[in-house]
């Protein structure tokens, strides 16, 4: 007898083969048979047609410090990623320098937008210096979902180098020997791999660009051959030149960067992955970068964009960040009640003054409050976010477009909004990706033969971007209500978001249903299958803020057997552990 049999699902097995109806027998945490299963299940479950695919693999998340304080990792959790890679763009908590945490926090919620109160508070600081006993610790824990990690160049540099790190010179040869023998161990010891940021728009909370961003090439060889010389580990990368030029000039164009990308690949061995988008600047880029990726394909190097299934987009309301939060008038409010300050908001008075007022820059120029500037330039060109969300909207429902029909000026027409519905509006900035005010750019990046889904930055931007829900999203939009262009496969969604993470990062024990594989599962509602609204919760930390969006639909989630989700439900089974390469 088998512990669990599902049946009658609709199988979209990850390899990219078109669905098929079936079932699936689940023993010891491992799929036994797919098909027609004549053995009989502890459990039975009976899916009527629901979609079964496997578990969802996220390998873009900042998860370093929440896995700490929190066992359930939403916002992954919720949607259906039953495998996460955190330790991205180069920021991350090991190697960790006794005492030397404000430096490594610093970093992260300047970069990621993670709240340092929560940081501070929630992470076990001392339970580990060195990135194996790090490892460790993550071992020593459970979770909703598995988890692995990657050596941030970042925290390695500042071990390493100290402030020399922060000043941004040049590694020495004996830097050079300590950084990869670092990388090497960690590797060893089960690092998936290993993260750096290149643009100069990653900066601390202070303001100053990560250490990193300027290495030079003989850096990045040295740390990529300690891979090599480990025998596996993947080379993650963010690219300058990436958003454009949206936080000033870069060093190189993101083509310079992809083909030093190449060479790495080439010397080591090692799979390279990096972010790919299409920017305002040069909007063409991106299509130079995948003809490198082509030819360095072809050459049988594996290098290959992570991109992203909706445009990478800033969220503004009035719980979160807004374009008045630094004007003089909202500061001296700011200390109230929410309710209290929406009142007192809804004054004319006060709308008056907040409107005419100059704005207060923030103390720390690194910080995220600053955004409020770029909200504010954005704010005609933003969209509001309805249930159920329009995630290709017309530019004609645009916030500008609205307050022209209503005769109203953007900043009073944007204010009034976001005191509406009691102050539980949002709207949302769609940049990278939509230059042509459509998602045909996004389509193309998908169906491109080398590319894989990333970037959903889960754990991370917690007040300004909710991309986390994108497994759930994909399947909406593309595979089941896009009207403005064609819709995409499901099989291909589902390929791009499981195998295709799985064997980059060497994970061959998951992401397609079949037998042998680990038992990482979910059981589809397509038809229902439904976002919420978007909504600020204080559970970080130090009473910390972030935005989540639930999803409906998810009939079961298993992880190695283990039912963690039933009808979008926690069943508080936590199977989930450390990952190690």
Not at 479 to 505: C, H, M, Y
Request: net charge negative; hydrophobic share 40%; aromatic share 8%.
């Amino acid at each position: 007898m088998f512990d669990t049999v599902i049946r009658g699902a609709q199988i979209v097995d990850g390899n990219g083969a078109a669905p098929f109806s079936g079932d699936i027998a689940i023993q010891d945490g491992l799929i036994q048979a797919v098909g027609t299963v004549a053995g009989r299940g502890r459990e039975e479950i009976q899916a009527d047609g629901a979609v079964a695919t496997p578990g969802w693999v996220d390998v873009h998340t900042h998860y370093d410090g929440q896995v700490s304080w929190d066992d359930t990792l939403d916002p992954s959790f919720s949607h259906g990623v039953t495998s996460v890679v955190m330790g991205n763009c180069g920021v991350g908590f090991a190697p960790a320098p006794p005492g030397g945490e404000q430096r490594l926090i610093e970093l992260m919620e300047g970069v990621e937008d993670i709240p340092g109160t929560a940081l501070y508070e929630g992470i076990e600081w001392g339970r580990w210096e060195t990135f194996p006993e790090y490892l460790d610790y993550i071992a020593s824990r459970q979770y909703t979902l598995d988890v692995g990690t990657q050596v941030p160049h970042s925290a390695l540099r500042n071990y390493v180098m100290g402030d020399r790190a922060l000043r941004h010179e040049n590694a020495t040869a004996d830097d050079l020997r300590s950084m990869a023998l670092i990388v090497q161990q960690a590797v060893e010891a089960g690092a998936l791999g290993f993260s750096t940021s290149r643009t100069v728009g990653h900066r601390s909370v202070l303001g100053e660009t990560i250490p990193g961003t300027f290495a030079e090439r003989d850096e990045l060889m040295a740390l990529a051959n300690a891979m090599k010389a480990a025998g596996r580990g993947v080379f993650q990368a963010v690219p300058a030149g990436v958003v454009g030029d949206l936080a000033g000039p870069e060093h190189q164009t993101t083509e310079e960067e992809v083909a030093l990308f190449v060479d790495i690949a080439k010397a080591s061995g090692c799979p390279v992955t990096f972010t790919l988008a299409q920017n305002f600047n040069r909007p063409d880029q991106w299509r130079a970068c995948l003809d490198l990726v082509a030819t360095a394909s072809g050459q049988g190097l594996n290098v290959v964009p992570q991109i992203a299934t909706r445009p990478i987009g800033f969220v503004t309301s009035l719980k979160s960040y807004h374009m008045f939060q630094r004007r003089r008038t909202y500061l001296e409010l700011a200390a109230l009640s929410f309710e209290d300050r929406l009142a007192a908001m809804r004054k004319p008075e006060v709308k008056a003054k907040i409107l005419s007022d100059e704005d207060i820059k923030p103390d720390l120029s690194g910080s995220m409050e600053n955004i409020y500037g770029l909200l504010g330039m954005a704010a005609a060109s933003m969209f509001p976010l309805e249930v159920p969300m329009n995630y290709e909207p017309e530019a004609s429902g645009n916030l500008g477009a609205l307050a022209a029909k209503a005769g109203q000026a953007i900043d009073s027409f944007v204010y009034d909004f976001l005191l509406g519905n009691n102050g539980n509006n949002f709207a949302i900035s769609l940049g990278a990706n939509f230059v042509e005010g459509n998602f045909n750019v996004i389509s193309e990046m998908i169906e491109h033969p080398n590319t894989t889904i990333g970037l959903s930055d889960a754990g991370a931007h917690v007040n300004l971007i909710f991309d986390a829900v994108g497994p759930t999203y994909q399947l909406m939009h593309w595979v089941r209500d896009r009207s403005r262009g064609p819709r995409l496969p499901i099989e291909l969604i589902v390929a791009k978001q499981t195998a295709r993470n799985a064997d980059l990062f060497g994970l061959s024990d998951r992401g397609r249903i079949r037998p042998g594989q680990r038992a990482d599962l979910n059981v589809i509602d397509l038809e229902h299958l439904s976002l919420g609204a978007l909504q600020v919760t204080h559970d970080l930390p130090a009473g910390g803020g972030r935005i989540l969006q639930s999803a409906s639909g998810y009939l079961n989630t298993f992880v190695a057997g283990v039912k963690t989700r039933e009808r979008d439900q926690d069943t508080g089974a936590r199977p989930g552990r450390l990952i190690r390469g």
